[in-house]
């Protein structure tokens, strides 16, 4: 057969490890992998000393457009994503002004997606005391889920879930076959402690960490799962960063519970002293905790008690990232475009495989948000891949950032694994260090329960 393009003598990485061999790809969709995988082709692809990887799944972006793409933006954003090697974002209902709480605001971020992204997007839909009676609607139009905040969001349009908003939004997530997502720390603890904090004239990096204990993440997640478990809703923790966060997870996993965690790059790559050390690029909530921590969550992704880890890109202008107070500080890391990167790198270091290291932003995130046809290289799927010369040695700078304001706290980290193509759909998007397409987004709605 003739196919649109054939991608040779790569070494794939597939779900059951790693073999040499083509990708073949007619009509954006995989055809056919392996040795000689399709007779011709209209184009072709020397991969030869390249490895194919699935393009990356970043299940948890702020993206902030419509309303603050002075912050961000799709242009930028999705930029970035592609030079990372990702070629699908799911971004999160909040920075975004209107948020996505309503089937209107929905249509409005499609829309902008749609006219700027050059990945494709799944959106989260709010969950907040204000919108219970939009979630249907929401779900209409193509949430992959809900997305609640249990302790103040930093954004004054999107409150926090109280016990009974989260109990009758999960109630009703449940009966439209949706997971709800919770970022876990407790308000009680978190805003008293910071209070505290300011009022006696503490405001330095250390006071913002001691203000945010683990104890309100553990305490955060056990009230998520005990609420989830009581409603049949599935449940999902972003951005775990502790090791009692990911245990609690697994306990609850054990007795059958439908929760899932992701952790980030940071969590996994900075400690509490790094903070200190860099400042406000990289503060963050939860905030970055000590060494046992990282060493609990990189153990916790190999036992599968985490399930995924995404960047949770959350970017600010530069001037809200300065300041002589930590606790006004914009509390949000710039990272979707160093996700693949930092797996490959540290994940490599800790004896993680290509084949896990591509389960962990691809097949994971993809399977829980039912995503199909993305996060793997297989016959039927979409021809979403990424090429990485494995050897190539190379170290971040600012000028290498896509993102519309070039701070992240991971400038001037070194690198093994560069991306030299990102391909979405059997396009390419990304070669040579540039984007190469105009955009093509699509959104991508969560495939019906089976």
């Known amino acids: 057969m003739t196919v649109d393009v054939l991608i040779r003598c790569a070494r794939l990485v597939l779900p059951e490890g790693e073999a ?86 929905f249509d409005v971020k499609r829309a902008a997606a749609e006219s700027a992204s050059v990945v494709d997007f799944a959106l989260w839909g709010g969950l907040t005391p204000i919108n219970l009676s939009c979630l249907d609607e929401l779900a209409a139009r193509g949430v992959v889920g809900f997305k609640a905040f249990m302790s103040g969001s930093g954004i004054d349009d999107f409150p926090a879930a109280d016990d009974l908003t989260l109990y009758e939004g999960m109630l009703a997530a449940a009966r439209l076959g949706l997971p709800v997502a919770v970022h876990a720390e407790s308000d009680v603890i978190t805003s008293r402690l910071a209070a505290r904090a300011i009022a006696a004239g503490r405001s330095a990096p250390r006071d913002y960490l001691a203000s945010r204990p683990v104890v309100a993440e553990t305490e ?32 609850a996993r054990s007795r059958g519970v439908d929760v899932t965690g992701e952790t980030c790059p940071h969590y996994l790559v900075f400690t509490a002293d790094d903070l200190e050390r860099l400042g406000a690029v990289a503060k963050c909530a939860p ?22 880890v995404a960047s949770d890109h959350s970017p600010a202008p530069a001037a809200m990232k300065t300041g002589a107070d930590f606790f006004k500080i914009w509390g949000g890391i710039s990272g979707c475009q160093s996700l693949l990167a930092l797996l490959l790198a540290d994940g490599a270091a800790r004896g993680f495989s290509l084949a896990a290291i591509a389960n962990l932003v691809g097949a994971a995130p ?18 979403d891949v990424t090429l990485i010369e494995p050897d190539a040695e190379w170290t ?32 390419t998007i990304w070669q040579d260090d540039r984007i190469v397409s105009g955009p093509c987004g699509q959104l991508v709605r969560p495939a019906p329960v089976a």
């Open 20 to 105: 040499a061999g083509d990708i073949a790809i007619a009509d954006g969709r995989i055809v056919a992998i392996g040795p000689n995988a399709a007779e011709a082709a209209r184009a072709e692809i020397d991969a030869r000393g390249l490895v194919a990887l699935p393009g990356a799944v970043d299940a948890h972006v702020h993206f902030n457009e419509p309303g603050r793409t002075d912050w961000e933006g799709w242009a930028t954003g999705s930029r970035a994503v592609a030079a990372g090697g990702g070629t699908l974002v799911v971004e999160m209902p909040l920075n975004a002004s209107p948020p996505t709480l309503d089937g209107a605001a």
């Open 220 to 251: 955060a997640i056990s009230r998520a799962i005990h609420l989830a478990e009581t409603t049949g809703c599935a449940l999902h923790i972003v951005h775990v960063s502790s090791g009692a966060g990911a245990a609690s997870i697994a306990e």
């Open 287 to 308: 905030p970055l905790r000590p060494q046992s921590d990282v060493d609990a969550l990189w153990t916790a992704l190999a036992r599968g008690d985490l399930q995924y």
């Open 366 to 383: 993809a399977n829980r948000l039912r995503l199909a046809g993305k996060g793997m290289l297989a016959p039927g799927m979409d021809a």
């Open 396 to 427: 971040l700078t600012a000028a290498d950032l896509q993102y519309r304001h070039r701070h992240s706290p991971y400038l001037g980290r070194r690198f093994r694994g560069a991306v030299r193509r990102t391909m979405l759909r059997g396009r």
